[in-house]
């Protein structure tokens, strides 16, 4: 169940995503499957719990990334990303 208390920008999901990419990944543009917006990944809506976190699409509400932490591995499920392009230029963590 998803609720506005729950939701947080996509900048929140930074530690999860570490967790995968070695460089801040909240800078890169995602493709939405759903409606082919791209934004940052920091622009996306996200919803945590207890496993991990749920990246939401803000125009059409389609769940692009999730990052969930088990025991022993992370998983990372990108079916909701057409495209993640990550600029050249970004940090590594």
């Known amino acids: 169940m998803l ?3 729950m939701r947080l920008d996509g900048n929140a999901a930074a530690g999860a ?4 990419f070695s460089q ?4 890169a543009r995602a493709t939405c499957a759903g409606c082919g917006d791209a934004r940052p990944v920091g ?6 719990h207890a496993m991990g976190v749920v990246l939401r699409c803000p125009g059409c509400g389609l ?10 591995m ?20």
């Open 3 to 5: 609720t506005e208390e």
């Open 17 to 20: 995503l570490r967790e995968v």
């Open 24 to 27: 801040d990944v909240t800078v």
């Open 43 to 48: 622009a996306l809506l996200a919803y945590g």
């Open 63 to 72: 769940a692009m990334l999730r990052v969930a932490r088990t025991p022993g």
């Open 74 to 93: 992370v998983r990372l499920d990108v079916a909701g990303v057409t495209l993640l392009a990550i600029p050249d230029d970004v940090p590594v963590a």
